[in-house]
C-alpha cells in the first residue's frame, strides 16, 4: 500500500541522517508557461508565467509575465485577436483575456510572445457540444464518506472519441451586508456602529451582496466504474482530482461521487469556505486530457525522490511548458450554502 | 600383442585352455574363479591387476566345463582375453583399445556424512574428472591404466583413491574437514569441469565469515555481492542485482523451492541464515537448462542435512541478533536432522526505549531439515524454512508524526520433499515435491476525520501473498565422461492473490470487490547434452528448456535454447561463449527499490505476456597453480515484454485494477566484468570489477526514448582480503565502491496548474503524511534518470580470533567496523520532498540526501561443539 510504502519510509528517514546536497549547475534556458482551456461559449483566458531552471540557489517563487503578446489565432494562423492583460494583482501567473467567444467545433492556435525568451505556440480544438443527461442526485455513503452522487449519462460524438472530465470546485465567497441610511449606502462591515444605533429605524434598507471570488477549493470525486481512465493512476476507492473517461462512440451512464463533507461550510470548522459547488461534466481535446491524466499521477506522486519514479507531465506547448486544451463544458452550480 | 602370442602357441593353448573344469559355484569374482582354476587344475595363469578389475562379480551360466569356456565366461565384456603361451594361461588385453569402467558414488564428510557438493573427483594425470552434484552424486569413467584418483573439494582435505576400487558397487568417498583454522582454499583442482564456468559462481561458504560485513550479520546474499556482475540497490541492500537485471529476476531457490521475497528488515538483510547454508550458488549466464522462469540468474542455495554419525550445536550471539544451531543423527547414520534459528534481539534489548519511539520489531528464520538414509542408493530429504518479520508502529509513538496504528506481518514458509536415488552407476535421478508461500498481512487502525464533529474509525486488514506447489523431477545420465545427459520437468501450480483488503467500512453505495485471485498451471520440460570434443578441449553443452503457462484466459509457451561451448588452451585457460534465452511468467510490480513486501507479484494475463530474455556472453578464464583464477567476461543481454507501472501501486486495495497500469516495454543490458581471485594460502581475496549499462525503453514513459534503468551501475567494484597472522588469528578488510544510482531531477520547475488557478486541494484527505503539503511547482524532466546520486563506497575492517582449537568447545570472536572513514552514502535523495515541515510560502529548493549507515562496530560471538 502507498501508505505502507510513506509509513516505513517515514521511519527510515528518521533513523536517517539528513544532509543538504547542492543543485548541479543548471541547464537549458527559462520557458514561458503557457495554461489555458479554451471553452466552448466563453472568453479565451489564458495564464503566462515563466519556468525556473534547477539550480544552486533556486526558490519556489515565480515571477508574473506583464508583458508577453497573447494572441488567438485561426488554423491559417490568422489572428483572431490579441488578449489583453489582466491586471488583478492578486494572480499568481499573469492573465491575458479576450473578447471573442470562443465556438465549439473550432481549431485555435495560441502564440505567445515574451521579449528574450522563445516564442511559444500550441493548437487546440474545442469539441463540439455534446450531451449529459443528469438522471438523479442523492446523498450517500461511500466507503464510509458520505458523498454527493451524480447519476449521469453522457452521449457520445457519433463516429469519434470524446474525452470526459468530471471535477467538482467550491468557489469562495465573500458575503456583504450593506444598509442605506438617509440615502446612503453604507457597508455594516465598515459601519457596524452606524448600523447597530440606525438598523431599527424605520427607512433603513438592508440588503446583501454576494461576490464570488478568485479561491477555489478542489473537493474530491470519486468514481465505482472501472471504465474509468482512473484506473490507470490508482485505485477505485481512493479520491481524485477529476474522474476521467476516454469515451468510445458510444453513450454511458455513471456515478460520478463528490465528497460531501465541503459542500456546506461551517463556521466553527473551517473546513471548506461559503460559497457554491461547481461540477463540471466536460470534453475535452486529447492533448488536454493527456495532461489531466499525467497531472494526476503528479499529483498523487510528485515522484521527486530517488527511491520513486519520476512521472512525465504531458503538454501540447511547443517552445515552452503548460497545456491549451479545448473544453466544452456542462456546469452544475449547486447551493448549499446561505449567501 | 595378442595376435604375437597366439602366432607362437597354438598348440598348447589348446590343451590348456580345453582342460576340463567345472567351477563350485556359478557365482563369484574374477579373482575367486582365476584361483578355483589355479588351486584345481595347476596351471598357472598370469594378469596384472592395474586393467583387470578383479573383484567385479560375474555370474556363470552353468554350461561351461573347460578352462576356456569359464576364463571366456568371467572375461566377457571386459577386453581381456585368455591365451597359453609355454603352459601358462595369460590374461591380455586387446591391443586395440584401452578399457574403460564406471565409478560411481556420492561423496561425503567423514564425521557427519553429509553429502559435498561440488566435490572434485578427477584424474591427476589427465587431469580429466567431475564434480559432484547438487546431492554428492558423481559418475565417473575411469581407463583401466589409471590406477588413482583424486577427490577434494574447498575446506576438505583431498583424498587419493587407488585404483580399482576395492570391491564391487558404489565408491562412496569419505572427505575430512580441513581444520578451520586453515586459510580458505577456492575451487582446488576443479578446473576441468564445465560446471565452474565463468557465469557461475560456487560462493565458498567461508566467504560468509571471513570478510567484514554491516554489524557482523552474516549474509549470503551480500557475499555474493563481493564477485562482478552483482551488485545491490542501495548501500547495504541484501537487494542483488545481476548484470542489470531486477531484483525480481532473480529465481532464488531454497533447497530448490522458489522464494519469492528475501528480504528482512526491509532487504538490509537476506532471508538466508548463513548457519543453515551448505552451498551458495550464483548462475549469472550459460544457464543449465533445468533452470528457468526468471531472466537475469538463478541462486541456488542447500541447506545443511545435519551429522549422521554425532550432535554438533553452535551458537552466535550480537549485540543485534542471536542465533543457535543443532545437528547430529536421530538414528546413526540412518536419519539425521539439522534445526537452526535465528531472532533479532531488538525488541528484547532495547524495548523500553528506542522501540518506544519508533515501533516494534522483531524478524526470526527456521530452517529444519531432515535426512533418511533408505539405502545406499536412495536418500528421502526433507526440509522445512519459516521467516518472519513483524513490525508494530502505534499511533502514540512520539518520534513519528502517524495518525494510524500500523502492524506489518510478512513471511515465507517453504517445504520440499526429496527423492534423491542412484538408478545405475550412471543414472542418477531426483524427484522434488514443494510448497512455497510468501504471505504479508497489513493491518490499520485509522481515525479519519470527515467533520469537526464526525470521524470515520477505520480497521483494514490487507493481504498479498503467493502460494505455488511443484513437483520435479531431475535425471542426469553419463554416457560416458565425455558425454554427458541432463533430463526432467515439472509442474508448478501458482495461486497469486496481489491484493486482498477488508475493512469494517460500511460500503455503502460502493461497489465490493472480491480480491483477485490467480490460478495458473506452469509447466516445464528440459534436456541438455553435455559433450567434450577433440581430446576435451572443446566441451560444448546445448540445451533446451520447454516452458507453458496456463491460465485462465490465457496461454504461453516458450521455448528456451541454452547453449555453452569452452575452448580449452594450454596453461589452464580457455575461452567460452554462451547463449541463453529466459522467460519469466510472474513479475513483481514495485516501486520503490528498497526491498519491502509492498512488492506485488502477478501473473502474466491476457494483456500481459511473459518477459523474456536472450543473453550472449563471452568469456575468457585462467588459473595459477590453482592459487590464482583471472576471469574476464562479456556480455551483452535483450529483454522484452519488460512490465512496469509508472504510478505507485495501492496493493491493499481491491478495486486498484493492477493490470490497467501495466506497461510493457523492452530494455538491453550489457557491460564487462574482471575477477581476480586468491584462493590458497595465508593470503587470500577477490578483486572484481564491472563495467556496466542497463537501459529500458517504454512507449508512454519518457516519450518512447531509452533511459537509465533504476539499477544502472557504471563502475561497480570490491576489494576484500583475508590475513592469516596466526592459526587462529586473522584479519580481514574490504572495500566496496558502485557509481552513483541514476535519479530524475527536474531541469525546471514551473507554477502549478491548480495554484495558479487559486484552485486548493486541502481537503485532500489522501492516506499520505504529506497530504497537507502542497507544493506550488511542477516539475520539468528533461528525461528520465539524468542525474547520478553520489557513489557508494565504504571500507570495513574485521578480525577473527579462534580459541579452545584442541577442545571439544570452540570459541570464535569477530569483531570490525564498517564504514570506518564514516562515508555518508546516499540511501534516498529527495528534491524538496521532505522538507514538509517548512510552512513559509516561498522557500530555496534543495536536494536533501539521506544516509542510513555512518561507522558502525560490531562484535560476535560463537560458541560451537
New interface residues.
Partial sequence: MRLMYLTVLSILLLTACESELPLPPGNGQPRVVVYSELTAGQTAEIRVGKSKIVQPGVDNAFDLVPDAVVQLLNRDSSLIETLGFGTDTSNRMSVYTGKVKLNPNTFYRVKVDVPGMRTVTSFTTIPNNFKVDLLDTSRTILNGRPVLQFHLTIHAQPGQRQYIVMEALKQSAQLDSFFTYNGVRYSVAEYEDLYERVKDQPGVVITKDTTFLNDYLRIPVYTQDENADNNQIGGLNENYNSILFTQLGKPFTTNLYINATALSSNQVEAIAPKGRVLVYVKSVSKEYYDFLLTYEKVKRNPGLNSLIQAVQLRNNTVGGLGVVGGTNQILYQLYYDVL | MLAGFKAQSQHSSDSILSRPFTPDHSQGTILSFIQEIQRTTGIAISYSSSFLHLNKKVQLHGTEKTTGTVLNAILQGTGIQAAAVNGKIFLLRESSQTQYYTLSGFVREENSKEVIIGASIYDPITRRGTVSNAFGFYTLQVPDTCNLIVFSHVGYEPVQQKLPPPDEGQLDIYLSARNFLQPVVVNAGTEDSIVLHAGYINMPLSYLSSFPTLLGEKDVLKSLQFYPGAGSSLESSSNLLIRGGGADQNLYLLDGVPIYHTGHL?GLFSIFNGDAVKDVSLYKDAFPARYGGRLSSVVDIRTKDGSMKEWHGKAVVSPLSGSAEIDGPIIKDRTSMSLSFRRSLVDYLYGNNYLKN??NYYLYDINLKLTQVINDKNRLYLSFYKGQDKML?SSDNP????FDD?D?SWSNITSALKWASVVSPRIFTNTTVTYSRFYNL?T?NSMIP???NDS?Y?KGQ?VSRVRDMAINNETEFTINNTHKLSFGGGYTYHNLAPTAYSTN???????K?EAPKYFMSELNLYAEDQMSLLDDRLIVRPGLHLGALIQKGAGYTSAQPRLLVRWKFNHEQYIEASYSAMTQFVHQLT????N?P?DLWVPSTENIKPERSYSYSLAYGKKWNNDWRMSIDGYYKQLSDLVTT????????????WE??VIAGSGYNYGAEFLLEKTKGRFTGIFAYTLAWAWRQFDR???GRRFPY?EDRRHTLSLAMKYQFKPNWSFSASWKFASG?P?????????D??????????????????STYQ????????G?NN?R??PVHHLDLGTTIYLGNKSRFKHIISAGVYNIYNR?N?????????SYFNNDL???????????F?TLPYLNYTFKF
Fill in positions: 526491509f519508533y515501533g508502529i518520534k513519528i508524526l502517524l500500523y506489518f497489513f490499520q470527515l467533520s469537526f470515520l477505520v490487507g467500512i460500511a460500503i455503502g453505495i460502493g461497489v470487490r516501486t520503490p527499490v528498497i519491502l509492498t509508472n504510478t505507485v501501486l495501492n496493493i491493499f486495495d481491491n478495486s486498484d485494477l490497467k497500469k514513459i519518457n516519450g533504476k544510482a535519479f530524475t531531477l527536474p531541469q525546471q520547475i514551473y507554477p496548474l491548480d495554484w495558479a488557478r487559486h484552485i486548493n486541494g486541502y481537503l485532500d484527505e489522501r492516506y499520505s503524511p504529506f507544493v506550488n511547482y511542477l516539475p520539468f524532466f528533461a528520465l542525474y546520486l553520489h555518508p546516499p540511501f534516498i535523495v529527495s528534491f524538496d520532498q521532505f516561498i522557500y530555496p529548493l534543495q536536494l536533501y540526501q539521506y544516509s542510513l555512518k
